[in-house]
């Protein structure tokens, strides 16, 4: 009897595989071209018409031309591109008018985008932290010229080693030039106020007033720095904030 070659025992692994799985594949295209994460999914009645369609935050090839997608089925619907590279995406409901159709909100950096009938509607951003006293302490030293850009960034590292709260991007652009290019970076930006900002990393919904699936519902959306804060889905402001411990 003549042996089986390696490829007649990788086709039988794959059938075998194939044979075994509890999953039916309801459309596989290798060729369609989305890149994304599951966070970045959302499946909703975008037109009130009872036909859901696949809403699909796309970070685009290697993170370039991000774009909002709309599939119905394996076809691309609409696609329209996106200001930053999205984090999550979801649906809600924000009032109780006619018609009912989901608003969407996609979440960028530190900023919601909102869409409604997939045109922008409105723009959420997150309120900035305020800045660790001892960072503003040393660029107020350098703005008064008391303080060399050396001894700046060793003081800066410092902070950054020993400090719960990130420094601001100000400081770690600044940590990460050489050492010919920090006095002209200092005396550019040593007038500036130093600004924090977390970025949202996570978004989901919360029914407001009843649990009906028709419901009007709240953004809710988890930040970098340890808060979850719900939004009013009318006036987009914030309803409440939580601190967690991690």
């Keep these: 009897m003549a042996a089986a070659s390696s490829s007649d025992y990788n086709g039988c692994g794959a059938e075998s595989n194939e044979a075994n799985s509890k999953w039916l594949d309801a459309h596989y295209d290798p060729m369609a ?3 994304t994460f599951s966070a ?37 619907m609409t696609e329209s591109p996106l200001p930053a590279l999205p984090a ?15 608003a969407l909100a996609l979440a960028s950096g530190p900023c919601v985008y ?3 009938n997939l045109r922008p509607y409105f723009k959420f951003s997150l309120p900035q ?22 001894t700046l960034k060793e003081m800066l590292e410092s902070i950054r ?23 002209a970076f200092v005396n550019q930006h040593k007038s500036n106020s130093i ?10 919904t919360l029914k407001k ?5 028709d419901a009007v519902s709240c953004l809710v959306l988890g930040t970098e720095n340890k808060e979850l804060l719900v939004l009013d889905p009318e006036a987009f402001t914030i309803l409440a904030k939580v601190s967690v411990r991690s």
């Excluded at 601001?168 to 006095?183: A, D, G, I, K």
């Design 33 to 35: 071209n989305i890149h």
């Design 40 to 76: 970045c999914l959302a499946l909703a009645d975008l037109h009130g018409d009872g036909e859901y369609k696949l809403v699909v935050g796309d970070l685009g090839p290697g993170g370039q031309q991000p774009r909002l997608k709309v599939l119905k089925g394996p076809l691309v």
């Design 88 to 102: 999550a995406a979801a649906t809600f409901l924000m009032e109780q008018h006619e018609p009912r159709t989901p």
């Design 114 to 116: 909102v869409y409604k």
């Design 129 to 150: 932290l305020p800045p660790n006293p001892l960072e503003q302490d040393l660029w107020n030293q350098a703005k008064e010229d008391r303080i060399d850009p050396l």
């Design 161 to 183: 080693e020993t400090a719960e709260e990130p420094l601001s991007v100000q400081s770690l652009r600044f940590l990460q030039l050489e050492l010919s290019e920090m006095e």
């Design 195 to 204: 600004k924090r900002q977390t970025v949202i990393t996570t978004m989901t």
């Design 209 to 213: 007033n009843l649990a009906d699936e």
